[in-house]
C-alpha cells in the first residue's frame, strides 16, 4: 500500500509457543541477504530478557520491548514503539525496509492483529504481511494443551516446523493436527532448509479470511474487550548467582532440575558461568521435559557476567532452583540439595 508518506512498510507477526524455536529460527533468518534491513522487536516475558543477548552479531537493529507481555501489559507500548520507530524512520534516523515482531511465547496473538489492523495510524503505516506460527515437533502436543499456542496456530498463514531431527519428534502426528485445524497454512520444515525467506516473506498480505472461522470470533471478541488472560496462571522466576558452576556438577543440575521440577516446567532459559571458564558462559535451553545440549559461548553478551537462569511455569519453586544451584556452585552456607524439597509435589514451605 503507498500513502502520502510512502509505501507501507511490511510488519510480520513471528510467534509460537515457549521454547518452539522462533529465536533460533529468526537469527538464522536474519543472517540471510533478502532480509538485510530489517528491524526486530523482541518482546520478553519475564524480568530479564535474554533473547535480545543471545542475538549478537545479527545484522540490523533489535529493539526490546520488556517488562510484560505484548498482548497485555504492553499493548499500549507496542502501539507507542511502532508509531515512534516509523517516526525515526521518517526523520532519517532509522533505516529498514521490514519489521519483525516476534512475540513471547505466551502471547494471545489476537490482540497484537488486532492493533496492527485496527489502530489508524499503524493501519497505515504498516502493512500486515503474514503471521509465521512456529510449531516444535518434539514437544508441541504439550504445548497445544494451552489455549495461546492453539490461537498462534489459528492465525498463521505460514508455519514453520522445527526439531523434526530429534528423536523426540512426533513429526507425523503434529503434521496431522496442524493440518486439520489450519489446512491454508503453508507447512514448512525448518529442518529440512524449507524455511527460506522467499518462502516466509512478501507472499500475500495476511487476513483473517481462510483462516479457522473460530479467528473471525475471537477477532469480534477482541473489538468487545473479552480476553482469554490466561497467562495470569504462570509464574516466571529468575535465579541470578555470582558462583560458577563445576564442569562435572552441570549435568547433574539440570538433570535434577529435570526431574524434581520438570513436570512444571514449560520453559527454562539460562546463561551459566561454568568454574573452568568463567569468561566464556553456557547457555542452557529447556522446553517442558526436553532439555537440549548446552552451548558455550565465546564471551558473555553484556557486562553483566553473572549466572542468570529463567524459568517459566506453573506452581515452581524459585527458592528451590536457586538452592539447588547454589549447593552445586558450593556457595558456602548452602544446604546441600534436599531431595525430599525436590520432589516435593506440593508446596514445600508449607508442610
Ligand atoms: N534440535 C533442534 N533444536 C532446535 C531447533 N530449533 C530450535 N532449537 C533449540 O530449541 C531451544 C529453544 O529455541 P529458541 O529459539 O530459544 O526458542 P524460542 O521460541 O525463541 O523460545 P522463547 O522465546 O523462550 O519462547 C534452543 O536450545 C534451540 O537451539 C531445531 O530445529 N532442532
Not at 520488556?66 to 526523520?91: H, P
Not at 494471545?108 to 500486515?128: K, N
Not at 518434539?138 to 498463514?157: C, I, M, N, P
Amino acid at each position: 500500500m503507498t500513502t502520502g508518506l510512502g509505501r507501507a512498510v511490511p510488519i510480520t507477526v513471528l510467534t509460537g509457543f515457549l521454547g518452539a524455536g522462533k529465536t533460533t529460527l529468526l537469527n538464522r533468518l536474519l543472517r540471510q541477504p533478502a532480509l538485510a534491513n530489517t528491524l526486530v522487536l523482541v518482546n520478553e516475558f519475564g524480568e530479564i530478557g535474554l533473547d535480545h543477548l543471545l542475538m549478537q552479531g545479527v545484522e540490523g537493529d533489535v529493539v526490546e520491548l520488556s517488562g510484560g507481555c505484548l498482548c497485555c501489559a504492553v499493548r499500549t507500548d507496542l502501539i507507542e514503539t511502532l508509531s515512534n520507530l516509523i517516526a525515526k524512520r521518517d526523520a532519517g534516523q532509522l533505516s529498514y525496509e521490514r519489521v519483525i515482531l516476534e512475540t513471547t511465547g505466551l502471547a494471545d496473538p489476537i490482540p497484537v492483529l488486532h492493533s496492527l489492523q485496527t489502530d489508524p495510524y499503524l493501519a497505515m503505516r504498516f502493512a500486515l504481511d503474514g503471521v509465521i506460527t512456529v510449531v516444535d515437533a518434539a514437544t508441541g502436543e504439550g504445548a497445544l494443551k494451552h489455549e495461546e499456542a492453539v490461537r498462534q496456530v489459528a492465525v498463521a498463514d505460514r508455519i514453520v516446523l522445527t526439531k523434526t531431527d530429534l528423536p523426540e519428534a512426533d513429526e507425523a502426528d503434529i503434521r496431522r493436527r496442524i493440518s486439520e485445524f489450519v489446512p491454508n497454512a503453508t507447512l514448512l520444515d525448518a529442518a529440512k532448509g524449507e524455511a527460506e525467506p522467499e518462502r516466509l516473506f512478501g507472499i500475500t498480505p495476511w487476513s483473517s479470511l481462510g483462516l479457522p472461522e473460530v479467528v473471525g470470533e475471537w477477532l469480534a471478541a477482541e473489538v468487545k474487550g473479552e480476553r482469554v488472560g490466561e497467562h495470569g496462571r504462570f509464574r516466571t522466576t529468575t535465579i541470578w548467582s555470582d558462583a560458577a558452576l563445576p564442569p562435572m556438577a552441570f549435568g547433574m543440575f539440570v538433570d535434577l532440575l529435570k526431574s524434581g521440577q520438570g513436570q512444571r516446567i514449560l520453559r527454562l532459559k539460562g546463561l551459566v558461568k561454568a568454574a573452568d571458564d568463567p569468561e566464556r558462559p553456557v547457555v542452557i535451553h529447556g522446553v517442558q521435559h526436553l532439555f537440549h545440549p548446552p552451548v558455550r559461548l565465546d564471551s558473555w553478551p553484556d557486562d553483566d557476567h553473572r549466572t542468570r537462569i529463567v524459568v517459566i511455569g506453573d506452581g515452581l519453586d524459585a527458592d528451590v532452583i536457586a538452592k539447588l544451584y547454589d549447593a552445586f556452585a558450593g556457595v558456602p552456607g548452602a544446604e546441600p540439595p534436599d531431595r525430599s524439597v525436590l520432589f516435593a509435589t506440593d508446596d514445600p514451605i508449607s508442610r
